[in-house]
């Protein structure tokens, strides 16, 4: 049985934040909740609902909390990490799926596609993702359904030797390219689409030249 922590960067997520630890928690799953400056309740609301909670008193980015779950996640000798969204996007009934793969695969990358079932994902966000995925699938040299889906399970071998440098949502793909640079395979499940009425934090321009500014970056320098 793997040792997986559960890692969840939330910023003001005070109205979704309690029942997703709950949720997990009453699966037996360890959650490490990273609070990136909320001005919300959200830290102490996962706290009283059983996570383990870092902190940042101000916005630091995705990437740099990822990064900070990943480094805990190392020390307290967990096997795994499966990182998910605090903001209600992630199905906890997904899971499964990613658990039933890890132990047939466990030293891996696998990665939730949300394109299977997209019904209910805004269109440019859909076509956004089907063109990201396809222009990193090519450089990765393996198909990636979704490689924008935040939803992933990392073995923690794979970590210890992955230089993570993004801050933000570029992570996301610089996750999936250093992982295949080693030759690690990147599986994926299908996950479901869960889109309310929560703006996204994405920020079509600035993150959109923020990934191809690193994208590009990731090829120069591989090409030298």
Not at 55 to 73: I, R
Not at 154 to 161: F, P, Q, R, S, V
Not at 185 to 211: G, H
């Amino acid at each position: 049985m793997l040792k997986i922590c559960i890692i969840i960067p939330a910023h003001n997520e005070a109205k979704t934040i309690g029942p997703l630890v709950q949720t997990l928690k009453k699966n037996n799953l360890d959650v490490l909740v990273i609070d990136d400056g909320s001005s919300d309740d959200s830290r102490l609301i996962a706290e009283n609902a059983g996570a383990n909670v870092l902190y940042h008193q101000e916005k630091k980015g995705k990437g740099f909390s990822l990064q900070e779950g990943f480094s805990y996640a190392l020390q307290k000798n967990y096997d795994a990490v499966i990182a998910m969204d605090g903001d209600g996007q992630h199905d906890p009934r997904d899971l499964p799926r990613f658990l039933t793969l890890a132990e047939k695969y466990p030293v891996s990358v696998i990665n939730g596609s949300r394109m299977e079932d997209h019904q209910g994902m805004p269109w440019l966000r859909y076509l956004t993702n089907r063109f990201m995925s396809i222009l990193i699938s090519s450089v990765c040299g393996q198909r990636i359904a979704d490689t924008q889906c935040g939803f992933r399970y990392i073995h923690c071998a794979i970590l210890k030797g992955m230089n993570l440098r993004c801050n933000d949502f570029e992570i996301e793909t610089e996750i999936l390219m250093k992982a295949c640079q080693k030759g690690f395979i990147v599986w994926s499940v299908p996950v479901k689409t869960i889109y309310q009425d929560e703006r996204s934090k994405i920020s079509p321009l600035k993150d959109t030249v923020r990934f191809f500014g690193y994208f590009l970056r990731e090829v120069f320098n591989r090409e030298k």
